[in-house]
């Protein structure tokens, strides 16, 4: 049977929200024992409620304090080269979300000088009417089309130079 898709908010019933940590607690717990004797490995969990004055710990406190013990002897770098922080994963996906949006609008602004060049080559647009920032990015197009153009006419001269001289050398 499938599930369906939790939605990730914060729950304003407290009824509840009691129902669903429990729930979840018990979860998590059952996960971390199949964790360790499925793979053999120790592995330890803290939870703090607000409805319990204890944190409530798995496996056992010496467990607990064996795992921390050899999490604490590890070098700090490594330590927290594996440690998830949820601050710097947002701070990468800003970024990177900046970055693509940079790129859709550099994308969408050549679309648009485009269209302009477009328009102004069949007649029904003037550039006495542009600003100078659009002057600017016509050129800067024009310019690019002209590089593009250049290269494609240095390629078909060279390809139509080598097939003579292979012939010629041939006999």
């Not at 199949?34 to 409620?49: R, V």
């Not at 798995?58 to 700090?76: A, C, L, M, T």
């Not at 002209?146 to 494609?152: G, H, P, R, S, V």
């Amino acid at each position: 049977m499938a599930r369906k898709k939790v939605d990730l908010a914060y729950i304003s019933n407290p009824k509840k929200r009691k129902e669903v940590l429990k729930k979840r607690k018990n979860g998590l717990l059952k996960k971390v024992d199949e964790i360790t004797t499925l793979c053999g490995i120790e592995a330890c969990a803290i939870i703090y409620s607000p409805d319990e004055p204890e944190p409530q710990v798995w496996s056992s406190d010496q467990g607990v304090e064996s795992v921390i013990f050899k999490f604490r002897g590890v070098s700090e770098l490594t330590r927290n080269k594996r440690m998830f922080c949820q601050e710097s994963l947002l701070r990468k996906n800003i970024i990177q979300v900046q970055g693509q949006l940079k790129k859709l609008r550099n994308e969408n602004r050549m679309k648009e000088i485009n269209l302009f060049m477009c328009q102004y080559f069949v007649g029904g647009n003037h550039l006495d009417k542009s600003n100078i920032i659009d002057l600017n990015d016509i050129t800067f197009l024009a310019d690019k089309k002209l590089e593009e153009i250049t290269k494609k006419i240095e390629m078909l001269h060279v390809q139509e130079v080598t097939p003579t001289t292979e012939n010629e050398e041939k006999p």
